[in-house]
């Protein structure tokens, strides 16, 4: 077997045709369902219910995905199954706790994993026989094509919009700069801004957004832009579920947000 990490971003589109592909060998699914607090009791607690009509057996699981040991439904993985994980979701990394059961997997008949994923760890892989890698490479041809969101500047403000797959990306990419650090961002009208992240020494305490001449800059140490890139993967993963509220965040220094310098730019993030 080939363990795989998924080479796009599974929201949207895409992830309609991840789960919709991997029914070809997938003949189960789990979820991790906890009643513990959730944040919309009548949300999860419904969707709880729907999953009790395809349901094969409730268990307690350790492993590596499941640790410690937490109680997974298994169901059948069928059209009617897809469709309704389909409908609730957007995004492979909504699946988690509060907003959703947890941590999607995909299962063999045999009962082997295909896909895996940690929702809040914004994480998922495949394990793939030679011959499923085959199937895979010709229909997923360009899977690694990344798409990243237009960019648009004002007077206090940077605005990044796009689907829910391309501010995934974006968001990954303050985790993991590029090298040299340089993102080419399109906006409006057919230009492009040069868009630059950099990592700074430890001792810088927070992150800054600015212009500097024809670039915008992302600037923090590691800790504080991973804290700027969380921020924007859990909105994307809410807002791609039933507990939506909005289809922006705004982050403005000193506002509710302690990790962006005073004289740093807002940033508003955008879902189209």
């Not at 349901?55 to 439904?73: F, M, N």
């Not at 895996?116 to 998922?124: K, L, N, P, R, V």
């Not at 700074?200 to 832009?225: C, H, K, M, T, Y």
């Amino acid at each position: 077997m080939h363990e795989l990490s998924l080479p796009f971003e599974p929201a949207g589109k895409r992830y309609d045709e991840l789960l919709l592909f991997l029914a070809i060998w997938a003949r189960s699914a789990s979820l991790v369902v906890e009643t513990r607090r959730p944040a919309n009791p009548k949300i999860y607690m419904g969707l709880a219910e729907r999953l009790e009509h395809f349901r094969i057996e409730r268990r307690i699981v350790t492993d590596d995905i499941s640790v410690p040991a937490r109680p997974r439904v298994l169901f059948r993985y069928d059209s009617d199954s897809i469709s309704l994980l389909q409908r609730t979701a957007r995004c492979l990394y909504s699946w988690q706790l509060p907003y959703l059961p947890e941590d999607l997997i995909l299962y063999r008949e045999d009962g082997s994993l295909l896909l895996g994923s940690i929702g809040h760890e914004y994480d998922a892989w495949l394990s793939l026989s030679d011959e499923e890698c085959r199937e895979w490479a010709a229909r997923f041809p360009q899977a690694d094509q990344v798409s990243l969101p237009q960019l648009a500047l004002g007077a206090d403000r940077v605005k990044v919009e796009g689907d829910a797959g391309a501010l995934l990306a974006f968001a990954r990419r303050l985790r993991e700069p590029p090298t040299p650090g340089v993102l080419v961002l399109p906006r409006r009208g057919g230009t492009v801004f040069a868009v630059e992240i950099r990592v700074e020494p430890q001792a810088v305490r927070d992150s800054w957004i600015g212009r500097e001449g024809d670039r915008v800059i992302f600037s923090g140490d590691s800790l504080n832009l991973d804290i700027l890139a969380e921020e924007i993967l859990t909105f994307v993963a809410v807002a791609c579920s039933p507990a939506r509220t909005s289809d922006r965040l705004v982050l403005v220094p000193y506002d509710g947000h302690p990790y962006l310098r005073p004289d740093s730019l807002a940033l508003e993030i955008v879902l189209t």
